[in-house]
């Protein structure tokens, strides 16, 4: 729990003086996100791009 507490209290340190609790959700948000994508690509838990081409033609094809 200490890293955590660490990673958000650097991450206040780098956020303007003028920020909103919008915003501090925001980048708590995609720092988590960003972090599962990492964890997720260190497991393996990736997909090619051309797999992902193949599964979202159905909705990028115009017809």
């Given at each position: ?32 996100k ?11 838990r ?15 094809d115009?017809k």
């Amino acid at each position: 729990m200490q890293a955590a507490k660490k990673e958000v209290s650097e991450l206040l340190a780098r956020l303007p003086e003028d920020c909103t609790l919008d915003d501090i959700q925001y980048h708590l948000y995609a720092l988590q996100k960003i972090e599962n994508g990492l964890k997720d690509a260190d497991a393996g838990r990736v997909i090619t791009q051309k797999e992902v081409e193949k599964r979202m033609s159905k909705w990028l094809d115009e017809k």
